[in-house]
């Protein structure tokens, strides 16, 4: 069945059947350009997003980047980076197979039916214009047969008049004979136009019109066949890429499957082992005995419970446990008066021969571990945000096991660095017997240049190689040894054992006596007196005048 056969009538319907199949392809084109820029947007979106977040985990040397959870989150990133490409060429082949193609084609359709169209316009419009010469013929002839008619009448009436002359009744007949003539010429002429019309009408309807409709026809389905085959493709385009999407996908569920607690329980500790051992005991204070301190080590600066143990403070600028704020009261160490000792009786034996240097000695423990200095003390306030660790090359602000973790790291660089100057040093040297084998293949005076170079590079790099392994190596032996004492201090100011370069900082301990004269020497030189921070009572006579 076709249209020029079943529709041969149905010139009008066909044409506008055409046309609304057009407008249909035009339909699905701007459709389609609207799913792919929704699709573009999207993954514009999917990789800003990635972009977002992967710039504030960029920094690889956090300490976080080694959680398995850190690095599952950042393949998961990375996915969703490559999700939004696949995005982005579902997309590209959308406008590519689709939009562009079928564009394309719709206007060769458009033009095609135009064509068809004139073709039926032409062909309708030549048999209007026979019909219009046989309608004249028609009217021609009839006009022409009634004048003749009326011409034969007035002949036979005048034949009839008897007062007719001779020559009237011959002049009715000649022209009665002349009408009639010309009434037969005119439809000589009406019989051949009919004969024509009817011809070209039969050429119409069999022939021309049935071969356009059926050319129309045929563009209709190539029309549809076409737009079928692109709704296809609008499903075949996103299933071409479900098996990278599946993949994209497959990686994010791997990278949840990647996620270790317990690994990243083990990074924790690798990263922020200190290598300090847990403080000891406090000792007990004899109040009892001749010296009484009002203060003690657990009451200025030793841990008090668990809570200070484990980090109580929240402050990012000092060592693991907060320094106590010192006050006044517990500045105080001899407020409280010595009981007397029995009269006439010989001094106890824990103040020896020299009392006085047993009454500097108790002061010395006292004040230790409390304060570097009263310059400090006066300067800092006792405020730990203002205490910041001193970066250095030996990485000494670092805990012990830290400090010897980060210098095997060093090493580990040098030895390679090391390393590739010495292959270079051994490719120059080859080099250079190859030239003064083969003086035509170069100057060997031309690579001294690089030699020397490449020689101090290596003496260079030897020495940082010894001096960090100088470093590793009483890092490792201080650090088996090492025990942490609550913000301790040495009498010259700084950490002696639980110092933030995780490092003794004072091997041997001074004179007592001796120290806090030093000290009140260094800290009273340039400085406003300072309050003092407590009264101390001779038991016995002093006569020396160095105090």
Known sequence: MDWGTELWDQCDIIEKHTQSGLELVEKYVKFVKERTEIEQSYAKQLRNLSKKYNQKRSNKDEPDCRLSSYQSFVDILNEMNDYAGQRELIAENMIMNICIDLTKYLQELKQERKTYLLEAKKAQQSLESTYKQLDNSKKRFEREWREAERAALYAEKTDQDINATKADVEKAKQQAHMRARVAEDCKNDYAAQLQKYNKEQSQFYFNDMPLIFNKLQDLDERRIRKLGHGYILFSDTEKNVMP??????????????????????????????????????????????????????????????????????????????????????????????????????????????????????????????????????????????????????????????QRRKRLQHKLEEISKELQKEADQSEALGKMKDVYEKNPQMGDPASLATQISQTSQNIERLRGELNKYETWLSEAGVRGDTLRYRAHSFNNNGAHEVLSPDGAHSDASTPDPSQAIYAEFDDDFEDEEPAAPIGKCTAMYNFPGMSF
């Open 244 to 401: 990278i999407i599946g993949k994209c996908l497959e990686g994010i569920t791997k990278a949840g499957t990647n996620v270790n607690e317990k690994n990243d329980t083990m990074v924790i500790i690798e990263q922020n082992k200190s290598g300090f051992e847990r403080p000891g005991d406090v000792e007990f204070e004899d109040y009892s005995q001749g010296i009484n301190r009002a203060s003690s080590d657990s009451s200025l600066g030793t841990p008090k419970g668990p809570l200070d143990l484990l980090g109580k403070n929240k402050s990012k600028n000092f060592w693991l446990f907060k320094r106590n704020k010192l006050s006044s009261s517990t500045l105080t160490p001899f407020s409280t008066p010595p009981a007397p000792s029995p009269p006439n009786g010989a001094p106890s034996p824990k103040f020896g021969r020299d009392p006085l240097s047993y009454c500097l000695k108790e002061i010395n423990k006292t004040v230790k571990p409390r304060i570097s200095s009263f310059r400090t003390l006066r300067r800092s306030k006792f405020t730990p945000d203002r205490i910041m660790p001193t970066v250095t090359e030996d990485f000494g602000h670092l805990p012990p096991e």
